[in-house]
């Protein structure tokens, strides 16, 4: 059974910086890609980043694109997301998500940990 565990969320300041981490447990991930999404009130879920876990190719929406970096580590089953310069609008919970196969637009994870919070205050 794959378990994704997050954790790294909290308080932080317009212009800050916060590093997520999801600890992934269950199997092996090799041909498998991983990935964030975003959920804040009144808004859609969204998709921020993903990161194929064999090949590290990364892949990310719009708004993450230069403000936020996804990474993973291989001998810790974790990945990562470092986020910088946040925003107000950056405000949501965090959800870690996987699927096996390779990335493609519109992907559809079938995993999902229990989300952490981020909250930028202005």
């Known amino acids: 059974q794959v378990q994704l565990v997050e954790s790294g969320g909290g308080l932080v300041q317009v212009g800050g910086s916060l590093r997520l981490s999801c600890s992934a447990s269950g199997r092996t991930f090799s041909g498998w890609t991983m990935g964030w999404f975003r959920h804040s009130p009144g808004k859609e879920r969204e998709f921020v980043a993903a990161?194929?876990?064999?090949?590290?190719?990364?892949f990310y929406s719009g708004f993450a694109e230069g403000r936020f970096t996804i990474s993973r580590d291989k001998a810790q089953n974790t990945v990562y997301l470092e986020m910088n310069s946040l925003k107000p609008e950056d405000t949501a919970v965090y959800y870690c998500?996987?699927?096996?196969?390779?990335?493609?637009?519109?992907?559809?994870?079938?995993?999902w940990g229990q989300g952490t919070q981020v909250t930028v205050s202005s």
């Open positions: 990161i194929a876990w064999s090949a590290g190719t990364v």
């Open positions: 998500a996987a699927r096996s196969g390779g990335y493609v637009l519109g992907w559809s994870p079938n995993y």
